[in-house]
T-cell receptor, first 111, second 113 residues
Framework: AQTVTQSQPEMSVQEAETVTLSCTYD???????LFWYKQPPSRQMILVIR??????QNATENRFSVNFQKAAKSFSLKISDSQLGDAAMYFC????????FGKGTRLHILP | DSGVTQTPKHLITATGQRVTLRCSPR?????VYWYQQSLDQGLQFLIQ???????AKGNILERFSAQQFPDLHSELNLSSLELGDSALYFC????????????FGSGTRLTVV
């Protein structure tokens, strides 16, 4: 079965510091896409960053970057210079043909 | 505004009743997806439509059904509602298979009492 595992239900980070959220996935596919979505208290699902499995270069979007290890089936999200507005639930997601979500990591930002 | 419109935003109904949730995809998107998010849980895939046809099915209960109309809007019908059906129901859309990710609506909060 295709699954996405986020082993950290909750994390906290000091404002302006860097935090890394972990994600692993299980697949037999060779071509797929990976995403991190953010869900703030408003409950809106917001796409943070995406990665194509056939690209070795790690994706970066401003303060957000990923560490994609295809052989290890690992896809972690690094948030640099954490801001109060980054507080949210973060979902790792995998798309071989439809998006499958992990259970999420709740990120708290400490002022 | 993401471009995906879901109505209603909130719905309160009694057990045993039937409700219809509506979704209009972002302009140009042919695929529509429905997800269920129970309290503080991840999103569970229910069903996908592409240009009016069912493309994929997840763990959707038999009491639930959906369709996509010629104008590409979609409806999710939930019947014989139970307390456990209380959840946030998201609709999302994409151009094709969603390689660029899905655009989500703001969700419909369903409360069954």
């Amino acid at each position: 079965a295709q699954t996405v595992t986020q082993s950290q239900p909750e994390m906290s980070v000091q404002e302006a510091e860097t935090v890394t959220l972990s994600c692993t996935y299980d697949t037999s596919e060779s071509d797929y896409y990976l995403f991190w979505y953010k869900q703030p208290p408003s409950r809106q699902m917001i796409l943070v960053i995406r990665q194509e499995a056939y690209k070795q270069q790690n994706a970066t979007e401003n303060r957000f970057s990923v560490n994609f290890q295809k052989a290890a089936k690992s896809f972690s999200l690094k948030i640099s210079d954490s801001q109060l507005g980054d507080a949210a639930m973060y979902f790792c997601a995998y798309n071989p043909d439809k998006i499958i979500f992990g259970k999420g990591t709740r990120l708290h930002i400490l002022p | 505004d993401s471009g995906v419109t879901q109505t209603p935003k909130h719905l309160i109904t009694a057990t045993g009743q039937r409700v219809t949730l509506r979704c209009s995809p972002r302009s140009g998107d042919l695929s529509v997806y429905w997800y269920q998010q129970s309290l503080d849980q991840g999103l569970q895939f229910l069903i996908q439509y592409y240009n009016g046809e069912e493309r994929a099915k997840g763990n959707i209960l038999e009491r639930f059904s959906a369709q996509q109309f010629p104008d590409l809007h979609s409806e999710l019908n939930l019947s014989s509602l139970e307390l456990g059906d209380s959840a946030l129901y998201f609709c999302a859309s994409s151009e094709g298979g969603g390689a660029g990710g899905y655009t989500f609506g703001s969700g419909t909060r369903l409360t069954v009492v």
